[in-house]
């Protein structure tokens, strides 16, 4: 590979919550065992050089006052789209900034929905979404995934009209792909998912923030290149901050072509009066969506392809009762740990402690509405990822 995912570097010290925070105020790492940091959704490789290079052009002139975006920003998105997803007709005028995905998805809602209302949204759930929803007064409708005969996640489909009719619901939250999960839906999912959305008026906020990071050639599908009507009733979000591991730098950005919407959440984006880009964050998104970050992307989406084979034909030979599908996108595993958890009469709480305590740092998966779950990052080199499988092994699933 022309880029390298193979270093092990130090990140202690460089403002990494990663590293350097436990999600459990109750357990800390043995004496004895580095940390593993395999739970948020946050990278440990260094970001494609392009990205450091542009910022650090930018940096050498030394005013950093009051900006527009660049027309080259509204530019790199378009290509990026175009290149990456096979977008066509992108403009500018439909592209608009959002300090981050979670802001935009509260932003969009803020005009689909009275406080109240019900929003659908299918779990598990990522726990971002619980979050803001709850805080922002919406009442979340789960509809469950359910896995099919050969152990892939499949949306409930009738479950979800069940509901939509029944309990009169005119929004709903889409994540393609799917998080935590791992689904890269195929056009025949969205387009029936979308079908139900026509039907019953609900119009969608659809998170693509995984859209590059798609495993095994399997191919991401814009929500909104579904059809005229799924283009018309999405707002759609994205950044380059999980491809490129920016989420320090901060930056998003919506798609929304229906201007009727476009204007309202533009209007409600800049309500706080928070919502304003960095001129660094433009920078990195230049240096993220050019050529050699195309080039570097792609050689990721091979690094964490090829970790996730490995962790998956690792826990199926190895730790009988642990289940796992087989990410189709992103970088997590979620491990289902309920028969295992059965079978050798142990809590969830005991399992995580034990891979803690030996400094395999992951994330409780009860958040993501799952009794058994465990969330799993496998963003990091491959020597690190042997390393986590041999402490499970060894002293967690035996």
Same mark, same amino acid.
């Given at each position: ?120 949204l299918h779990s598990p759930t ?8 709850? =805080? =922002? ?8 995934l359910r896995k099919d005969e ?9 479950d979800m009209e069940k509901k ?35 039907? @019953? ?14 495993? =095994? ?39 929304? @072509? ?118 799993? =990052? ?21």
């Amino acid at each position: 590979m022309k880029y390298n995912f193979t270093d092990v570097i130090e990140r202690s010290g460089k403002d990494s919550i990663a590293v350097e925070v436990i999600p459990y105020d109750d357990i800390q790492v043995k004496e004895g065992f580095s940390r593993l940091p395999m739970w948020v959704a946050d990278m440990n490789f260094a970001t494609a050089p392009s990205i450091p290079q542009k910022i650090s052009e930018r940096l050498a002139h030394p005013l950093y006052g009051y900006f527009n975006p660049r027309q080259e920003y509204y530019d790199a998105i378009i290509r990026w789209q175009q290149r990456r997803h096979g977008v066509e007709g992108l403009t500018a005028e439909c592209i608009g900034y959002e300090n981050g995905v979670l802001g935009g998805v509260t932003s969009a809602l803020n005009v689909f929905c009275s406080k109240g209302d019900k929003v659908l949204l299918h779990s598990p759930t990522y726990v971002g979404f619980t979050g803001c929803l709850g =805080n =922002n007064g919406y009442d979340i409708v789960h509809s469950p995934l359910r896995k099919d005969e050969n152990g892939v996640w499949r949306m409930d489909f009738e479950d979800m009209e069940k509901k939509l009719k029944e309990q009169s619901i005119h929004a709903a939250v889409f994540c393609s792909p799917h998080n935590p999960c791992g689904r890269v839906w195929e056009r025949w999912e969205i387009e029936r998912a979308m079908a139900l959305f026509k039907k @019953y008026d609900v119009m969608v906020v659809s998170d693509e923030i995984w859209s590059d990071i798609i495993l =095994n050639d399997n191919k991401h599908i814009p929500t909104q290149t579904i059809s005229e009507d799924a283009k018309m009733r999405t707002a759609a979000l994205y950044a380059p901050s999980k491809t490129f591991n920016l989420a320090g730098l901060v930056g998003s950005y919506h798609i929304i @072509y229906n201007p009727w919407i476009r204007d309202r959440v533009l209007k409600e984006s800049s309500l706080s009066h928070y919502n304003s880009m960095n001129v660094m964050s433009m920078y990195a998104l230049l240096g993220a969506y050019c050529d050699e970050g195309a080039e570097w992307t792609e050689e990721l989406c091979q690094t964490i392809s090829d970790n996730v084979n490995y962790a998956c034909e690792y826990i199926s030979s190895h730790f009988p009762g642990v289940s796992v599908a087989k990410p189709q996108g992103t970088y997590m595993l979620f491990l289902d740990c309920g028969e295992w958890c059965d079978r050798h009469g142990k809590t969830i709480d005991e399992v995580q402690r034990a891979g803690v305590e030996v400094g395999v740092i992951w994330q409780d998966g009860r958040p993501f509405h799952h009794p058994y779950g465990i969330r799993l =990052n496998l963003a990091l080199p491959m020597s690190l990822l042997k390393e986590a499988m041999e402490r499970l092994q060894k002293y967690v699933f035996v």
